[in-house]
């Protein structure tokens, strides 16, 4: 998801080969949405959850198996890949405990709070500190209080010596999934540019000014970092 401001472009031909893409990173993924699972395994048996640009529906899909009395409240501004997303989430079954919606955060209807929320690599495209502050208050303001955040993001200190080596990593394992080189040197132009990458100091304060305690850094496999925290009461 991107802001407001930003153009959501993704036809379908992008939507459709975006899971192929990534397809070879399924180890990286697939850690980050068990830890989830663990994060939210004290949640009720029928927790209501928010998962914010949802785009193919995959830690939705992971957690629709893991808790099948989970009812999902599904955001997506790209109607391709929320297209995508509808269609894996009736083959498997789960249609009846989805509701779909097309747009941003801000136009979701009013409904009873949530009980946690899933934000997985979207809040780094708002490159504005203010407007990313903005969009985890707006998060915040769906939950209930002590309700639970995930947020998962690029990070780290770019003017670190670190982030030499950790993007030579990340280049590395960009081209072992088999996307073309343009489509890699795409995607290493926009770190910093298109792509917000801040350090996790800046994240958490960002996450806390939201309205959130202070976030737990839980999980981090090279580039992605990932964070739990509480709506504050």
């Known amino acids: 998801m991107k802001s407001k401001e930003q153009t959501v472009v993704f ?5 459709s ?8 990173l399924a180890p990286m993924r697939d850690a980050l949405h068990f830890v989830i699972q663990m994060v939210f395994s004290e949640l009720p048996v029928d927790a209501r959850v928010l998962c914010v640009g949802v785009g193919t529906g995959a830690e939705l899909m992971d957690l629709a198996r893991a808790f099948p009395q989970w009812h999902f409240t599904v955001v997506e501004p790209a ?19 989805c509701t779909f919606h097309e747009g941003y955060l801000a136009s979701l209807p009013e409904s009873d709070a949530f009980d946690a929320a899933t934000c997985i690599l979207v809040s780094q495209f708002f490159m504005g500190s203010d407007e990313r502050c903005d969009f985890f208050r707006q998060i915040a303001a769906r939950l209930r209080p002590g309700g639970c955040l995930v947020n998962a993001d690029l990070a780290s200190d770019m003017s670190a010596p670190a982030y030499k080596s950790l ?5 590395r394992t960009m081209l072992y999934s088999e996307m073309s ?3 890699v040197e795409k995607r290493l132009t926009a770190l910093g540019q298109d792509v917000a990458v801040l350090s996790t100091q800046e994240i958490e304060a960002i996450i806390a000014s939201g309205d959130f305690d202070k976030p737990v850094l839980f999980f981090q496999a090279l580039l992605i970092h990932a964070w739990y925290a509480k709506r504050m009461v």
């Open 11 to 15: 036809d379908q031909k992008r939507a």
């Open 181 to 183: 080189a343009e489509e």
């Open 167 to 171: 993007f030579e990593v990340w280049a």
């Open 17 to 24: 080969s975006y899971d192929k893409q990534v397809a070879k």
């Open 79 to 97: 109607a391709p890949m929320l297209d995508i997303c509808r269609e894996r989430v009736e083959t498997c079954g789960f249609a009846s405990r």
